[in-house]
């Protein structure tokens, strides 16, 4: 199946700082999504992109559908301690319909 | 509105044993999909239906059955489990085609 590489695997962040991480795939995407994950609980939807080029913000989150359509990319500013958790990125080929393709995760930790 | 149920939320299975993990939404949502999430890697789909009566395959899905006799409900079964099928389930439904929306709060299935 398709391979999404997301980086970085992990952060250590103080409060207050900007974080940024990114998702890379081997073909071409129309949808990337993003989500944040919490311990013992499912992922929650943060940032949907359909076109390339595309930014988007929610808060203090903004996410950017690549121009090549084989990335994206999700940044925090002002980081705060509610932040910590994994974030997931996750696309649709062109080709596969219906099937969506999650990345690894990046795990975020905010030191106060 | 409750969103997505599943349920059980943790459940121990011996080798060779089978089980239901059922979903259950009241969104009304046509499209609902099983995932599993193993430890360093993403969600991988199992299986996925796009409406009453219609399932398909995903990225891994030996070892699984599914059925969609109603909007609300799809149920994933594991007909003889292995220890390979530990992991934590989770399942989503999204209104259309275009945003993998809505997750449960997951099953943590362990096989010994």
């Known amino acids: 199946g398709q391979q999404l590489n997301q980086s970085p695997q992990s952060m250590f962040i103080q409060e207050g700082e900007d974080v940024s991480m990114n998702c890379t795939s081997s073909?071409?995407?129309?949808?990337w999504l993003w989500y944040k994950q919490d311990p013992g609980e499912g992922p929650v939807l943060l940032i949907a992109l359909y076109k390339a080029g595309e930014l988007t913000s929610n808060g203090r989150l903004t996410a950017q559908f690549g121009i090549t359509r084989k990335d994206s990319f999700l940044n925090i500013s002002a980081s705060i301690p509610s932040d910590v958790g994994i974030y997931f990125c996750a696309g649709r080929e062109v080709s596969t319909g219906n099937q969506f393709y999650f990345g690894t995760g990046t795990s975020l930790t905010v030191i106060p | 509105n409750a969103g997505v149920t599943q349920t059980p939320k943790f459940q121990v299975l011996k080798t060779g044993q089978s089980m239901t993990l059922q979903c259950a939404q009241d969104?009304?949502?046509?499209?609902m999909s099983w995932y599993r999430q193993d430890p360093g890697m993403g969600l991988r789909l199992i299986h996925y239906?796009?409406?009453?009566?219609?399932?398909d395959q995903g990225e891994v899905p030996n070892g699984y059955n599914v059925s969609r006799s109603t909007t609300e409900d799809f149920p994933l079964r594991l007909l003889s489990a292995a220890p390979s099928q530990t992991s934590v389930y989770f399942c989503?439904?999204?209104?259309?085609?275009?945003?993998?929306?809505?997750f449960g709060q997951g099953t943590r299935l362990t096989v010994v």
């Open positions: 969104m009304n949502h046509e499209y």
């Open positions: 073909s071409i995407f129309n949808t």
């Open positions: 989503a439904s999204r209104q259309d085609g275009n945003t993998e929306a809505f």
């Open positions: 239906s796009v409406g009453a009566g219609i399932t």
